[in-house]
């Protein structure tokens, strides 16, 4: 079974702090990306990356960046957290073949920016 | 505008019934539709997906019909039992080259009362 990891399920931090969230897949995935998780908007998209050291913008990019240094792992930066930072922070995964192409989500990081 | 629509409030059903939940979008042509369900707390777990030129797709109690000309997706689970109680999310698939783009409606929260 394919396995999606996110280093905290819970994270609690200040305005203006760095805040790294990590993601794991152990499934020699291609494909990783980050979105975030709010009541009644949906997942959004907000970073993706299709190969080792390869990155794309999703849907909103703004206050946040990504590294891929290996393929099995993606982590998410908020480079100087603030408030309307607090989400559900879900990472994904998928193969990268056509019609192969379902996401594996892991269990989510719930962060609140106080 | 771009948009992607489930039915805000949730549905509520008696065991044993047809549950069904709906999708429409506008302003997107995808190449591939896909449902996840999504239990309190946890990521979203794949459930089925279909294709442009496919009508219906089925996977045991789970039905899915995708009709391109109204812009809209069916989901049916028949035969409903309570541990189908999640909240249910489509998903445009935007397939681009070797990574799929999914742009998330908001879900549809399904209760089945025994």
């Known amino acids: 079974d394919v396995k999606v990891t996110q280093s905290s399920r819970y994270l609690v931090k200040r305005t203006g702090e760095k805040v790294f969230l990590e993601c794991v897949q152990d499934?020699?995935?291609?494909?990783m990306f980050w979105y975030r998780q709010d009541p009644g908007l949906g997942l959004r998209l907000i970073y993706f990356?299709?190969?080792?050291?390869?990155?794309e913008k999703g849907d909103i990019p703004e206050g946040y960046s990504v590294s891929r240094e290996k393929k099995e792992r993606f982590s998410l930066i908020l480079e100087s957290a603030s408030t309307n930072q607090t989400s559900m922070y879900l990472c994904?995964?998928?193969?990268?073949?056509?019609?192969?192409?379902?996401?594996?989500f892991g269990p989510g990081t719930r962060l609140t920016v106080l | 505008s771009q948009k992607i629509e489930q039915n805000s409030e949730a549905l509520n059903i008696q065991e044993g019934k047809t549950a069904t939940l709906t999708c429409n979008y506008t302003?997107?042509?995808?190449?591939?539709l896909q449902w996840y369900r999504q239990d309190p707390g946890r990521g979203p777990v794949f459930l089925l997906l279909?294709?442009?030129?496919?009508k219906e797709k089925r996977k045991e109690r789970l039905k899915v019909t995708f009709d391109t000309t109204l812009k809209q997706s069916l989901f049916h689970i028949t035969a409903s039992q309570p541990a189908d109680s999640a909240t249910y999310l489509c998903?445009?698939?935007?397939?681009?080259?070797?990574?799929?783009?999914?742009?998330f409606g908001a879900g549809t929260r399904l209760a089945v009362h025994p």
């Open positions: 990356s299709y190969d080792v050291k390869m990155k």
């Open positions: 302003n997107y042509s995808p190449a591939y």
């Open positions: 279909i294709r442009e030129n496919e």
């Open positions: 994904a995964s998928s193969l990268g073949v056509t019609g192969l192409d379902e996401q594996f």
């Open positions: 998903a445009l698939d935007l397939r681009r080259g070797g990574y799929n783009k999914l742009i």
């Open positions: 499934m020699d995935h291609e494909n």
